[in-house]
């Protein structure tokens, strides 16, 4: 299942190609360490019929829409593939529970916020809610607030 090339004596691995990952089988992830409803999720992005490498061309809530409607991905993956993957400047992850905790320490008082708040607090930094994400989690593993 993982690929494994001897680099200077060293091993390094690679990330399998998605149409390897196709052909596995769930006992086959499991035996890796996969859940069994981690393992089905996995074949099913691998198999679904998603162009990911058109998903760029899509508009943030389109791609969303895609990542959703694909078992197993829900709104924090979808915000995450825009963020890390597609570097979108507005892609907020609200569902993430790091930025949950940053969100609510920084500019609430450390009052846990729900979801739908720390979406809502997302607009106070139009157009830049990716960069900001990033930096809040880094504050609240570098410094946390008091």
């Known amino acids: 299942m993982v690929e494994r090339f ?10 399998p190609t998605r149409e ?8 086959q992830l499991t035996e890796l360490g996969f859940s069994r409803r981690k393992a ?4 099913g992005v691998a198999r679904s019929d998603v162009d990911f490498g058109a998903l760029h061309t899509l508009s943030d809530d389109e ?6 409607s694909i078992r197993g991905l829900g709104e924090w ?15 907020w992850p609200a569902g993430d529970l790091g930025l949950v905790k ?11 916020l729900s979801i739908a708040e720390v979406r809502e607090a997302g607009a106070r930094f139009d157009p830049f809610q990716n960069l900001t994400a990033h930096y809040l ?3 609240l593993r570098t410094a946390p607030p008091a």
């Not at 001897?6 to 990330?15: D, I, N, S």
């Not at 390897?20 to 006992?27: D, G, L, T």
């Not at 993956?77 to 892609?91: E, K, Q």
């Open 40 to 43: 089905e999720y996995v074949l």
């Open 137 to 139: 989690l880094t504050g």
């Open 77 to 91: 993956t979808a915000d995450w593939f825009l963020a890390r993957h597609l570097a979108r400047p507005r892609a």
């Open 6 to 15: 001897g680099v200077r004596g060293v091993h390094a691995y690679e990330f």
């Open 63 to 68: 791609v969303k829409t895609t990542l959703t």
């Open 102 to 112: 940053a969100v609510s320490a920084f500019y609430f008082g450390g009052r846990k």
């Open 20 to 27: 390897r990952m196709a052909q596995a089988n769930e006992q």
